[in-house]
């Protein structure tokens, strides 16, 4: 036998294999019944019917703007018959129709294969796999049973452990995208578009990937494409999206040599009949949008509390999300940047007014008790404390703003969502908790270095009245007789924590909210910059029209 024919029968027994286990009915399968849908007023299917089979891989074919992407996301569950924009209607049934106990959506989690991957960067490989197996099982899973399976499933797939998530390539992100969902144990895998943008050679190795997991890891598996060619050998299943009479049928594989015709011409994009809105619409649509805005922050400050809860279904996770925001918030680079600060503050009160004393010669010997009294009292109470909310709400705020952007861009949040991680919890209240520790700790590093400066700064024009005389009288309004902590502390504590959580809603809003593209991010980052630090000077200003009248 030659080697060649060899092969051929190495390759003859290996599909046939492959035809026994795709024999073997795994998975669940998904019938849509009377599915209507459509986005932006504009219909995309009408009633329409189909069945993906359970166990199999099926193809949904459609041109681009069909609306393959939105059933993707539908049968994710990350689209809500909520949505401003996108309506949907009809039965979405999970498991056997005749089975009067066909699960729906809401009880049945599937897994994504993101087209942007949507791994988290900030884990390493095995964590992003680790951190699906914990939160997607209905039972408890060991850390230890965790890392097992994951170690596992990243050898199988080709995946390096000893890298940083971010550095890895293309291919072995793609890799560590289907390790991730194969890992979750769902019935159901989904692939958004996996080979768009590749070459011939890479789709092809794509295909071979997602087929080779199908068979050894047998799902329930849907992959939204336009990409037909590449994809076709690893098909069991074609369904076509078709645009014209908005309907998902099923393409006999004896019709499939002639699927680039039955997909025809891409959907006319027709432009609005109502033309732009005129400035008068837009001006209300604006003050709608701001009065909504303001009501929702009203709800979320109500429910503050609940938010506060650490309700996450590990600890482990939630500790590690929350560390990473601290390190955001408060991390070296924002502490030199405070330290900075609280510098050229106690320099510039500190040496300012004394340089820039009216007829310095005799006044200064007559107020210089007096001016460190008000030296001490500035910083402490009022001039660290704005200038260093300020600072963290315009740096630490746009850096999460920015962070939570890239995440909803990256699609990072939606596939927290579809590994059972609910984002309020798993990253606002980590945010919450990050300014609530990063504002105070900052604010009492900038005031130790502020004062430092002025004792310095003190120093080297007075030497002659030395340390004790600085410090008895830079502290004169701030110590009590009695007690560790100076006057007003309890105020200061006050306006420094309503800063925190108010920056910490405001950077999740801005971040949070939907973002199609990535200036979308840069605009979120703006307006958490313009509202945290407006929000900021607000409470300071509240808080001193109560502030200096109470009694210390
Ligand atoms: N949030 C939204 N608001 C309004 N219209 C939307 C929204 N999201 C998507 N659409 C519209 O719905 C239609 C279908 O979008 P979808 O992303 O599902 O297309 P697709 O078939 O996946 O196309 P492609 O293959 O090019 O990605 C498009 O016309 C798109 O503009």
Same mark, same amino acid.
């Given at each position: ?82 949505? @401003?924009?996108?309506?949907? /209607? ?6 056997? =129709? %005749? !089975?009067? $106990? #066909? ?28 951190? @699906?197996?914990?939160?997607? /099982? ?6 230890? =049973? %965790? !890392?097992? $399976? #994951? ?41 958004? =578009? ?359």
């Amino acid at each position: 036998m030659t080697e060649s024919n060899i092969n051929e029968a190495a390759k003859a027994a290996s599909n046939s294999d492959r035809q026994q286990q795709r024999e073997v009915p795994a998975g669940t399968a998904i019938t849509l019944r009377a599915f209507s849908l459509s986005a932006g007023g504009k219909p995309l299917l009408n009633d329409a019917n189909v069945t993906f089979p359970a166990g199999k891989l099926t193809l949904v074919l459609g041109c681009s703007g069909v609306g393959k992407s939105l059933l993707l996301r539908i049968l994710a569950g990350l689209i809500d018959e909520h949505h @401003a924009a996108i309506r949907y /209607s009809g039965h979405i049934n999970f498991g056997d =129709e %005749a !089975n009067t $106990k #066909a699960r729906n959506h809401a009880e049945h989690p599937v897994a994504v294969v993101f087209q942007s991957f949507a791994l988290f960067d900030e884990l390493t490989p095995i964590e992003n796999i680790e951190i @699906a197996i914990e939160h997607s /099982s209905q039972t408890t899973v060991s850390r230890n =049973e %965790a !890392n097992q $399976k #994951a170690h596992a499933l990243l050898n199988e797939l080709g995946v390096p452990e000893d890298r940083t998530t971010s550095v890895l390539s293309g291919g072995q992100q793609q890799r560590l995208a289907i390790a991730r969902a194969v890992g979750m144990e769902t019935d159901v895998v989904l692939y958004d =578009e996996p080979t768009s943008g590749l070459d011939t050679n890479t789709a092809a190795q794509v295909a071979e990937l997602i087929r080779d997991t199908q068979t050894k890891f047998t799902r329930t598996s849907i992959i939204v494409t336009h990409d037909f060619e590449a994809l076709k050998g690893i098909a069991d299943h074609v369904v076509l999206l078709n645009h014209h009479d908005r309907t998902l049928q099923e393409v006999k594989p004896d019709q499939w040599s002639v699927l680039p015709e039955l997909l025809g011409d891409p959907p006319r994009v027709e432009s609005s009949a109502a033309g732009p809105a005129s400035a008068t619409t837009r001006a209300t649509q604006a003050i709608g949008r701001a009065m909504a805005a303001c009501g929702e922050f009203v709800e979320q400050a109500l429910l503050l509390p609940v938010a506060l809860v650490p309700w996450w279904k590990s600890f482990r996770w939630g500790s590690r999300i929350t560390w990473h925001y601290i390190k955001l918030v408060c991390g070296w680079s924002a502490c030199f940047y405070i330290a900075i600060a609280g510098m050229i503050i106690g320099f510039v009160a500190q040496d300012f007014i004394f340089r820039y004393l009216p007829f310095r010669q005799y006044t200064e010997p007559l107020l210089i008790e007096n001016l460190l009294h008000a030296t001490g009292f500035s910083l402490y109470r009022f001039l660290v404390p704005i200038l260093c909310t300020i600072l963290i709400a315009a740096r630490s705020g746009a850096a999460v703003a920015a962070d939570v952007g890239s995440k909803v861009y990256g699609n990072q949040l939606d596939a927290m969502k579809t590994i059972g991680m609910n984002p309020s919890r798993s990253v606002r209240t980590p945010i919450l908790y990050a300014f609530l520790i990063g504002v105070p700790l900052l604010t009492f590093l900038s005031y130790g270095v502020a004062s430092l400066t002025s004792a310095v700064a003190f120093l080297s024009t007075h030497a002659r009245e030395g340390i004790a005389f600085w410090d008895a009288h830079f502290h004169k309004e701030l110590r009590l007789p009695t007690g560790v902590f100076y006057k007003g502390t309890g105020w200061l504590f006050g306006k420094l924590l309503t800063c925190a959580v108010g920056i910490a809603m405001i950077s999740w809003k801005c971040g949070s909210a939907p973002k199609q593209s990535a200036p979308e991010i840069s605009r979120g980052v703006t307006q958490t910059i313009l509202w945290s630090t407006l929000f900021t000077l607000l409470v300071h200003f509240v808080f001193s029209l109560f502030e200096f009248k109470a009694p210390t």
